[in-house]
């Protein structure tokens, strides 16, 4: 693993004597997209919350041989509160500002983000996770977390999703992706947690996502 890479190291976490996550090891090199997978409640969520810096733990976190520096960070949890009075442009330029980055440091394909006038009230589903995503996306991070980025997103928005984490990850970021299942996962490496356990496999895949199944091509922790 080359010194630019994220490596976690014996991390566990428990919730009132409960363990959640136990001796969590495994590595990711830079440039690169890793399905973290696992059934719902198995510890993705907290062990994404542990990486970012938000949830305590025992074991290390190092990205590019160092803890993990906030502003190299893009995070998106399962749900994100966005003011719902606040224009689409409004709310980019506030978290935008909390970063100190330019709003517009991201490359996003045409059509991603709904019309910058419009309420964040107003939007469906899907164009709100759009916003969440962009957020996340802001500065090109080059640690990027994002829980189940393609809830509520039409095939479409998936397409374009996977295009910007494609050119992210072919500008040296690193793009962790939390899913229930390696069915559709884009990505080079797959982490399956179980047990509060991992094992990890090499990946290929048909085509990015859409229902495409990964298939599994090397051993275990290889």
């Known amino acids: 693993m080359s010194a630019d890479g994220l490596v976690v190291t014996g991390l566990s976490k428990s919730y009132d004597g409960r363990v959640v996550l136990d001796g969590i090891d495994f590595t990711v090199r830079a440039g690169s997209i890793t399905a973290v997978t696992g059934v719902n409640g198995c510890g993705k969520s907290t062990l994404f919350r542990c990486v970012a810096g938000l949830a305590s733990h025992t074991g290390t976190v190092t990205h ?9 960070l893009g995070y998106l949890p399962q749900s994100v509160g966005l003011a719902p009075w606040a224009t689409v442009a409004e709310t980019i330029a506030f978290f935008a500002r909390l970063r100190s980055v330019d709003p517009d440091s991201v490359q996003l394909p045409d059509g991603f983000l709904p019309d910058g006038d419009r309420r ?42 996977w295009a910007t984490l494609t050119d992210m990850a072919a500008a040296g970021s690193i793009v962790l992706v939390a899913t229930p299942t390696d069915a559709g996962a884009p990505a080079g490496r797959v982490v399956r947690i179980t047990d509060g356990k991992v094992t ?23």
Do not use: Y
């Open 120 to 161: 964040v009230g107003i939007l469906s589903g899907g164009q709100r996770q759009r916003v969440a995503l962009a957020i996340a996306f802001l500065g090109t991070p080059s640690l990027l977390l994002l829980d189940e980025p393609f809830a509520n997103l039409d095939d479409d928005s998936q397409s374009m999703v």
């Open 200 to 222: 990890a496999a090499e990946t290929r895949w048909s085509k990015p996502f859409g229902g495409t199944r990964l298939t599994v091509v090397g051993e275990a922790g290889r």
């Open 64 to 72: 590019r041989g160092a803890p993990i520096v906030p502003g190299d």
